[in-house]
């Protein structure tokens, strides 16, 4: 079966940690941070990288655009 | 199965901020929806590639500071005044693309003359229209926009409606103005929502340059400070609550 394979990559600094994408993805990847950064917020980070298929869904849904969105072109698994 | 670093190369880019959009870090809350809204307003312009000749009014409330975010030309109106200032600034400089982005307090309530007079002339301007049914930065006091029983710091019983009167639904007022040609109410919680937000966006910008007249985006939104709530609770309390009075979709398309 083909599955696209995605990752994301975080900007943890303007990373507010309010939890939006993590209940945006469809594939729970995201969860947020024990660490926090600078600010004191919780950032997300990708927890279960292998789940990401790159919908983008969680880069459209950041209100502080700080997720950026990587999708490989379908392997056969 | 491809490793994640071998993924995240430029041949794969999918999704990144764009251009538009400054790199300074937005002083709103976090989860507030102003910074979804501001990313695609920046994102069609950039689409549409009108940055150069984009002119937006910044309202008073919290997105007073927009000028901070997006990389285009801004004027700064008087509260409730951004409908006055666009129509001056289109009038003046009929060929550039003018919107204004003002929040409930600003375009429903100190605003209502201007705004319901400038869609009645049916300014060629887009209005991007911010509804989170409370007055966000100043405290989260009670606007017109407030639900029945929705509590506020000045009505932390909720809104009685015997006393303060129903909440005004802008956008169906103006919805009837002959000057209109678009109305339509999006929100920005979910991806889907989000997609259909810039959509409408993309709508209005583009009547502006065929000339139909105003178009009106009202985005329901959270204000989970003033809520006191979370932004997952805050979503999720918007959904259940403020859909029942403010329902989704076009009020008009012409």
């Known amino acids: 079966m083909a599955r696209a394979k995605g990752a994301i990559v975080v900007d943890t600094v303007q990373c507010k940690g309010c939890g939006v994408c993590v209940s945006a993805c469809p594939t729970q990847v995201i969860k947020l941070a024990d660490a926090v950064n600078g600010k004191g917020y919780h950032y997300a980070y990708m927890e279960n990288p292998d789940a990401c298929i790159g919908c983008t869904s969680c880069g459209i849904v950041c209100p502080d655009t700080c997720i950026t969105v990587y999708r490989a072109k379908p392997v056969t698994v | 199965m491809a490793d994640t670093n071998t993924i995240i190369s430029p041949e794969n880019l999918v999704y990144k901020k764009t251009d538009v959009l400054l790199d300074n870090v937005m002083h709103y809350c976090p989860g507030c929806t102003h910074g979804t809204v501001h990313k695609l307003i920046a994102e069609v312009i950039d689409e549409m590639g009108i940055q150069e000749t984009t002119i937006g009014i910044a309202p008073v409330g919290c997105a007073v500071l927009a000028y901070n975010y997006l990389d285009i030309d801004w004027q700064e109106a008087a509260h409730g005044r951004a409908p006055a200032l666009a129509t001056a600034v289109k009038r003046l400089l009929p060929n550039k693309n003018v919107f204004s982005y003002q929040g409930d307090g600003d375009l429903a309530a100190i605003g209502t003359a201007e705004t319901i007079h400038a869609c009645n002339r049916g300014e060629n301007i887009v209005m991007v229209f911010i509804n989170n049914g409370i007055y966000g930065m100043t405290g989260g006091q009670m606007a017109p926009t407030t639900l029945p029983g929705m509590p506020a710091s000045t009505c932390p019983a909720g809104r009685d409606t015997s006393h303060d009167g129903m909440p005004i639904k802008i956008s169906e007022l103006l919805a009837q103005l002959p000057g209109t040609c678009y109305v339509t109410r999006q929100s920005a919680h979910t991806a889907a ?55 989704l979709g076009d009020m008009k398309d012409e």
Do not use: D, I
């Open chain 2, 193 to 247: 929502n989000v997609r259909k937000t810039k959509k409408a966006l993309r709508k209005a910008f583009e009547n502006q340059q065929a000339n139909k007249g105003t178009s009106l985006v009202e985005v329901v939104s959270t204000c989970s400070s003033g809520w006191k709530m979370s932004p997952v609770q805050a979503n999720k309390w918007m959904e259940e609550h403020m859909f029942a009075y403010y329902p």
